[in-house]
Structures are given as C-alpha cells and as structure tokens.
C-alpha cells in the first residue's frame, strides 16, 4: 500500500501554543492552514498566512479557509482574523458588524507604491472584451474671435496765412561828386629797321583775255502825248579797264518815229600781263613811335535821388487734411480640437481572485 504521511493536528488555540520539533508541520483545524514550527517558538508560522490572494481558476473558492474577491461585505467577528489584516481598507461594510472584501472582478492587482499608495484604492474595471480605455475622446470647443474694424481718422485741412512784406524807399540826399581826372599819355620810341638783303622777284608774264563783243538791238520809239523821250546805252571807255559810260542813243517826240539802231560793242581783248622782275637793295624801314594822348576823365555830379526796394510777397501754404482709413481686423477662427479614445487591448484569461482568510 501507499506510504502516508500524517501530519499534528489540532486548533487554532492549540497550535498558538505549540512549540514543535525543528521543521515539524502542524495542521490547524480552524483555519485550515499547515503551519510550520523552528522547535523554540510558539505556534510556529503558517505557510499561507491569512490576507493573501490568489488567483483561482475554479468558479468558487475552494474551500472555507477561502473566500472570493467579489467586494463582498462579510462579518467582522467571524473573519476575525482577516478583518484583523486588511480592516476596512477595501470597503467598510456597515460600518460596525461587517467589512468589505477585495473586489478584483473586471480588475488586475496593482502593487501599492509612490504613484498608488493607498490599499484598496481602485482604478476602474476592463469591459467585457478585455479592452481597457486608457484615454476617453475628448472634442474641444473652437474659437471664433470677433472681428474688429478701427474708425478712420480725417486730419483737418490747415492754409496758413500768407505775408507780403513792405517796400522800403531809400533817398539818397548828398551829392557824389566825382573830381576831373586827367590821365599821363604815353609815347613809345620809334624804331628804324635795317633790310640787308636783297630780294629779287623774277620776272613774271600773265595770260591775256579777250571778252566777246554785244551787240544791242535797235528800238523804234514814238511820243505820242508829245513827251520827248531820250533812250540811253551804256559802253567802255577803255580797253585797259572796264571803266564804262552813257551816251544817248536817240530822241523820241511825239508825232514821228525816231529808229536807234542796235549798238555793236566789240569783244574787248586784254593782253598778257608781263611783270618785269624786279631788285630791291638793301634799305631801312623806320617805325615812328606811337603817341597814346593822355585820358581825361571829366568830373561827375550824382543829385538827391531815390532807390525803391519793393515788398515782398509770400503766399498762404495750404497743408490738405490728412485720411487714415480704417483698419479691418477679421476674426480669427481656431476649430475644435479632437482627440481620439485611446484603447488597448489586453491579452488575458479571466480567472477569480481569493482571498486566505
């Protein structure tokens, strides 16, 4: 047969009490719980001391010694030993017969420290799909500012007033007299020069012209009011110049004809022109001096008379008025902000929690 192993038994009060051997284990009726003994102390130590929890994968606790973490309330005297623990950190129950259990449904244990101090304080619970929502959506509100237009301001228009300052009249009262002055001329030295060379131009023959000759044509006059009437032609007097002179050439008087015939002047021929070279010795030239008579300025007498400065004539400046529109400031329109519901889905296996009593 199989070998057993038996184990002390006996109460709570009984288990208080006993020391043990080294190692020994005690079963405690009462609170169904194994305890453990060093053989000098007392009622040794239990391995699963009352207040610890557990996750349990059946429907319901195991057994008395158990109870479920459903944030029941249970009674004080009873559970003496577990209110002893946790008191009324998890719910105070009625306040004087009963106390409240753990309540870890839809919850996952959170270990107590700085951020989360206080046993028993709970957080929220997991919906049904295990998705826990972190952040809740939240849509702001938007702003629409007001739109605000300044009111123009028109500067008013401003003409100064002109001035025109007054003519002054001098008067000149003494007499300026201004003394005869007679200048000292001036005479300057005459100068003789002496040509010591001789200049020889060489002889020298031009080429003679001979004009063409005209003949005027004959005029047939008649006086018929009885007028005497003198005709007239114009001819050279000399074949070495073109020195002319007038002649008549008919008389008209009325009541008869008198016929001029045409005057024939014949071509006039100029012979070639010879220049005989010709020597000049040496010779003075003299240069007289030149006389500059002295320049007499006569005495000059100013009378009384008067000079006339007149006014002067400064316009009005006109300065136009000055408009400064108004400015138009448009509301400023800032939409609501939206921020999605954040969510995180937990991969998990729901289990009950229990809780040693």
Same mark, same amino acid.
């Given at each position: 047969?199989?070998?057993?192993?038996?184990?002390?038994?006996?109460?709570?009060?009984?288990?208080?009490?006993?020391?043990?051997?080294?190692?020994?284990?005690?079963?405690?009726?009462?609170?169904?719980?194994?305890?453990?003994?060093?053989?000098?102390?007392?009622?040794?130590?239990?391995?699963?001391?009352?207040?610890?929890?557990?996750?349990?994968?059946?429907?319901?606790?195991?057994?008395? *010694?158990?109870?479920?973490?459903?944030?029941?309330?249970?009674?004080?005297?009873?559970?003496?030993?577990?209110?002893?623990?946790?008191?009324?950190?998890?719910?105070?129950?009625?306040?004087?017969?009963?106390?409240?259990?753990?309540?870890?449904?839809?919850?996952?244990?959170?270990?107590?420290?700085?951020?989360?101090?206080?046993?028993?304080?709970?957080?929220?619970?997991?919906?049904?799909?295990?998705?826990?929502?972190?952040?809740?959506?939240?849509?702001?509100?938007?702003?629409?500012?007001?739109?605000?237009?300044?009111?123009?301001?028109?500067?008013? *228009?401003?003409?100064?007033?002109?001035?025109?300052?007054?003519?002054?009249?001098?008067?000149?009262?003494?007499?300026?007299?201004?003394?005869?002055?007679?200048?000292?001329?001036?005479?300057?030295?005459?100068?003789? @020069?002496?040509?010591?060379?001789?200049?020889?131009?060489?002889?020298?023959?031009?080429?003679?012209?001979?004009?063409?000759?005209?003949?005027?044509?004959?005029?047939?006059?008649?006086? @018929?009011?009885?007028?005497?009437?003198?005709?007239?032609?114009?001819? *050279?007097?000399?074949?070495?110049?073109?020195?002319?002179?007038?002649?008549?050439?008919?008389?008209?008087?009325?009541?008869?004809?008198?016929?001029?015939?045409?005057?024939?002047?014949?071509?006039?021929?100029?012979?070639?022109?010879?220049?005989?070279?010709? *020597?000049?010795?040496?010779?003075?030239?003299?240069?007289?001096?030149?006389?500059?008579?002295?320049?007499?300025?006569?005495?000059?007498?100013?009378?009384?008379?008067?000079?006339?400065?007149?006014?002067? @004539?400064?316009?009005?400046?006109?300065?136009?008025?000055?408009?400064?529109?108004?400015?138009?400031?448009?509301?400023?329109?800032?939409?609501?902000?939206?921020?999605?519901?954040?969510?995180?889905?937990?991969?998990?296996?729901?289990?009950?929690?229990?809780?040693?009593?």
């Amino acid at each position: 047969m199989s070998t057993q192993l038996l184990l002390r038994r006996g109460t709570t009060a009984e288990n208080n009490s006993f020391t043990g051997g080294a190692g020994e284990l005690s079963v405690d009726n009462n609170t169904k719980n194994v305890r453990v003994h060093d053989g000098s102390t007392a009622g040794g130590f239990e391995i699963m001391p009352s207040g610890s929890i557990l996750p349990f994968g059946g429907a319901a606790a195991p057994n008395a *010694a158990w109870l479920l973490c459903d944030g029941s309330d249970v009674n004080r005297t009873t559970y003496a030993r577990l209110f002893a623990v946790i008191g009324t950190a998890y719910g105070t129950g009625n306040g004087s017969t009963t106390f409240g259990l753990p309540d870890l449904r839809d919850r996952v244990p959170l270990g107590k420290g700085a951020n989360n101090s206080t046993l028993g304080t709970e957080t929220g619970s997991a919906a049904a799909s295990s998705v826990i929502t972190n952040a809740t959506a939240n849509t702001g509100t938007g702003t629409t500012g007001t739109a605000n237009t300044g009111t123009g301001t028109t500067g008013t *228009a401003n003409t100064g007033t002109g001035t025109t300052g007054t003519g002054t009249t001098g008067e000149k009262t003494s007499l300026v007299t201004v003394a005869n002055d007679t200048g000292t001329g001036t005479t300057g030295a005459g100068t003789t @020069g002496a040509k010591t060379g001789l200049v020889t131009v060489a002889n020298d023959t031009g080429t003679g012209t001979t004009g063409t000759g005209t003949t005027g044509a004959g005029t047939t006059g008649s006086d @018929g009011d009885g007028d005497l009437t003198v005709p007239t032609a114009t001819f *050279a007097t000399s074949a070495k110049d073109s020195s002319t002179s007038t002649a008549a050439t008919g008389v008209t008087q009325a009541a008869h004809t008198h016929s001029v015939p045409g005057l024939s002047i014949p071509g006039l021929s100029i012979p070639a022109l010879t220049i005989p070279a010709l *020597a000049v010795a040496n010779h003075d030239h003299s240069v007289p001096g030149l006389s500059i008579p002295a320049l007499t300025i006569p005495a000059l007498a100013v009378a009384d008379h008067d000079h006339s400065i007149p006014g002067l @004539g400064i316009p009005a400046l006109s300065v136009p008025g000055l408009s400064i529109p108004a400015l138009s400031v448009p509301g400023l329109s800032i939409p609501a902000l939206t921020i999605p519901a954040l969510t995180t889905t937990l991969p998990s296996s729901v289990v009950n929690y229990i809780i040693k009593i």
